[in-house]
């Protein structure tokens, strides 16, 4: 049975001309000690994904309408507020985007810290004060007791995003949830804290679902891969098939405009055209249609479904595209091997 088990999930948010989903008909599956990515641009539904397992989506502003979030088979969706409580922390903790906006400016690391421990721990304050210290520790933190003073405020970004890698790890969670971890890191310290958290990940065999729309942090952290657009997955891989042999337009886009020190010197980078659909205005076939440039009459008229196009020995390969499968004589399936030979040439 996977750890977590996301079934079909949709979540709506109210807006000045009416609800739009932001999450439409999501299913994924993470298992113990795995790390699952989450990936697209901005505004795809990733953070609402996330904040929708946690039970952060409330009444009036937006509300999970539809599916199950089954932890430990457990269905989260159905837990009293006060049951929910006790699964955040303890048994899934998320660190957020921003570590600035999402620290208290008005309590010290060191409260923030031994007050989780004290309430899903049932720690006393000197005890809880122990384990903070060897949280920081653990987080690489230099001067850790030292530190417990400190306000978040008085330290660099690196150092508030370590903290709150401490915080989701203090009470021994079985997943986390990593939204855009590097947003605000320069390249060095994100290095650092991708290391960080696939290290400490693999120590205490913690599952991870990272959230990030950087295709580079997903080569080196994650097992698996859920592409996502305008609210849905349009694909699903194992890693090294994704990157390999993508089978959604999509994704070949977001991998065509990311820098490669492997390809000729002087490439262009490839960007997407258009820009992703409004929520309220969705298209009526495929949404990634109209900035497809492979896009016929079919994909402008029918959504299509989410279906399996490559076996594998784990869980195969799916994808939302009409000219993508096992059946297709040439169309898209020349385009996607045209895509591939590319890539081999460019090396």
Request: aromatic share 4%.
């Amino acid at each position: 049975m996977a750890l977590l088990e996301v079934r079909d999930l949709r979540t709506e948010f109210r807006a000045a001309r009416g609800s739009v989903t932001a999450v439409d008909g999501v299913s994924f599956t993470v298992d113990a000690g795995e790390t699952v990515a989450l990936v697209g641009e901005s505004g795809c539904g990733k953070s609402a994904t996330a904040q929708s397992i946690m039970g952060l989506i409330v009444p009036p502003a937006g509300e999970v309408t539809g599916g199950q979030v089954l932890f430990e088979g457990r269905d989260l969706l159905r837990l009293r507020p006060r049951e929910m409580r006790a699964v955040r922390g303890k048994g899934i903790a998320m660190i957020f985007q921003d570590p600035m906006t999402s620290l208290n400016p008005v309590l010290t690391v060191g409260r923030q810290l031994t007050e989780s421990l004290e309430l899903h721990l049932g720690l006393s304050r000197r005890a809880a004060r122990a384990r903070a210290v060897d949280l920081l520790e653990m987080v690489r933190i230099p001067a850790a007791e030292t530190r417990l003073g400190s306000y978040p405020h008085q330290l660099s970004g690196g150092m508030r995003q370590r903290v709150m890698i401490a915080m989701a790890l203090s009470c021994d969670p079985r997943l986390i949830l990593a939204d855009e971890i590097t947003t605000a890191l320069d390249v060095t310290i994100q290095a650092q804290i991708l290391e960080l958290l696939r290290d400490l990940a693999r120590q205490t065999r913690t599952a991870v679902l990272l959230i990030t729309h950087d295709l580079g942090v997903v080569a080196g952290m994650a097992e698996r891969v859920n592409v996502m657009y305008a609210g849905q997955i349009v694909e699903r891989a194992e890693t090294v098939d994704l990157f390999h042999r993508p089978q959604m337009p999509y994704t070949w886009g977001l991998l065509g405009s990311v820098p490669r020190l492997d390809l000729a010197r002087g490439g262009r980078l490839r960007p997407i055209a258009g820009r992703p659909p409004e929520l309220s205005q969705i298209p009526a076939g495929c949404r990634f249609a109209p900035r497809c440039a492979h896009a016929r009459e079919l994909c402008h008229e029918s959504p299509p479904d989410l279906t399996t196009v490559r076996e594998s020995p784990a869980r195969g390969q799916l994808t939302r595209c009409w000219g993508t499968g096992p059946t297709e004589q040439g169309g898209w399936l020349t385009t996607q091997d045209r895509y591939a030979d590319q890539m081999t040439e460019a090396r």
